[in-house]
């Protein structure tokens, strides 16, 4: 993976903390990025390229006005106010090479200076053992700051670790063996021949990530909620309120109405236009 900056632009060393989306269900950790990056008003510092993510292009994602800077798969966002960088990944990676995507993110990661990755992403409503919507969207979290994937501050917060995080169960320690290169081709063939119901959550994006970040030694929180396919504006709303509350910041009011919150300009065209009413 290389960091290729805008002209006369670099990674601001003073931007400790650093947020990743990891694609999935729903896409609410790429709208959260957009939505941060829009309302903290924060400057594209440069691009990555990674052989492993299809590429794509697209108009000026934020504006206010289309201003016709090209968008990219991996863009890299400074907001220096905040001591934050925003990573934004607007296309999947290639069928397959998730774990070696994850190797170059960690090892790019690793050598940047940053300390702590906020990992964001969504789950399928459909595989929630415990539904309770009493509270509204429910977070969950993982950390690296224990090895049960336990952290305090979020408990502190109201969220529930990942019930199914498990590092003694097969596939969750297949991905920590990968990330510390114990794995043999026999592991390998192995453990890709019996992918169960059980192992969902650990051949998620985000389970990747989680683990070889944490395995080169990185401070590590995943913030996830569970969402279904369709309109997840609202879904990203409440998880970037979530963000801002790990990040201690004062956060805006949520809302796509909100006064604070900045929706991008890309968002207008997300679920296209509207429906003809003629047809009604």
Wanted: charged share 20%; hydrophobic share 40%.
């Amino acid at each position: 993976m290389e960091f290729v900056p805008e002209e006369g632009k670099h990674l601001n060393e003073d931007c400790s903390t650093l947020i990743l989306p990891a694609l999935s269900i729903g896409n609410v950790g790429q709208l959260v990025a957009d939505l941060l990056i829009s309302s903290m008003g924060s400057e594209r510092v440069g691009y990555l390229d990674d052989p492993n993510v299809l590429p794509c292009v697209g108009n000026d994602a934020y504006g206010p006005f289309p201003q016709g800077d090209l968008a990219l798969p991996l863009e890299a966002y400074d907001s220096p106010s905040n001591a934050l960088t925003i990573i934004q990944q607007r296309s999947p990676v290639i069928k397959g090479m998730m774990v070696q995507f994850a190797k170059n993110m960690a090892h790019f990661l690793a050598g940047s200076g940053k300390k702590h990755i906020i990992v964001l992403s969504s789950l399928d409503f459909g595989k929630w053992q415990k539904v309770d919507m009493s509270s509204g969207l429910q977070i969950y979290y993982l950390s690296s700051a224990n090895s049960n994937g336990t952290d305090e501050n979020c408990e502190q917060l109201g969220w529930k670790k990942l019930q199914e995080y498990d590092p003694s169960q097969k596939h969750w320690k297949y991905l920590s063996d990968l990330a510390e290169g114990n794995v043999t081709l026999e592991d390998i063939i192995s453990v890709e021949d019996e992918l169960e119901e059980e192992n969902y959550y650990a051949s998620l994006p985000f389970a990747a990530l989680f683990t070889f970040l944490k395995a080169k030694g990185l401070k590590v929180t995943c913030l996830l909620c569970y969402c279904s396919e369709g309109d997840n504006v609202s879904d990203a709303f409440q998880l970037a309120d979530a963000t801002y509350k790990l990040l201690q910041m004062t956060h805006p009011s949520t809302g796509i109405e909100s006064d604070t919150w900045r929706v991008p300009l890309s968002w207008m065209s997300v679920y296209g236009p509207p429906p003809d009413v003629s047809i009604f």
